[in-house]
């Protein structure tokens, strides 16, 4: 079935760079929507970015300008270019994906499709810490 397992996080100093890599097995990213999300401790998961299989992007207020969400179909990976990176940053980050309906990316950061954005496989997760 499909996996879902990220890479690229670590421990970076305020305005420095990151790029987390998301190696997708058993999935279409052809069909369906994908993203990136964050939780950080005793805080809410929150939608960071996503994109759908027409190449839409939409991102989170927060990382707009700062973040970029890409993907490469033959290598069957998604990626988020962190740039800028900020204190606030710091959390765990997951990527997921959706299964059986398509979801528009500016759908699933809008917040309207339930605690789980509507992704229904899920990694466990790259810790990026920034420190000031």
């Known amino acids: 079935q499909v996996q879902l397992v990220e890479s690229g996080g670590g421990s970076v100093q305020a305005g420095g760079s990151l790029r987390l890599s998301c190696a997708a097995s058993?999935?279409?990213?052809?069909?369906?929507?994908m993203g990136w999300f964050r939780q950080a401790p005793g805080k809410e998961r929150e939608g960071v970015a996503a994109?759908?299989?027409?190449?839409?992007?939409s991102y989170a207020e927060s990382v707009k300008g700062r973040f970029t969400i890409s993907q490469d179909n033959a290598k069957n990976t998604l990626y988020l270019q962190m740039n800028s990176l900020k204190p606030e940053d710091t959390a765990m980050y997951y990527c997921?994906?959706?299964?059986?309906?398509?979801?528009?990316?500016?759908?699933?950061?809008?917040?309207?499709?339930?605690?789980?954005?509507?992704?229904?496989?899920w990694g466990k997760g790259t810790l990026v810490t920034i420190s000031s």
């Open positions: 997921a994906a959706s299964a059986g309906i398509f979801w528009r990316a500016s759908t699933v950061l809008s917040g309207t499709l339930g605690d789980n954005y509507g992704m229904n496989y």
């Open positions: 994109i759908d299989s027409d190449g839409r992007v």
């Open positions: 058993g999935y279409s990213y052809r069909r369906y929507c």
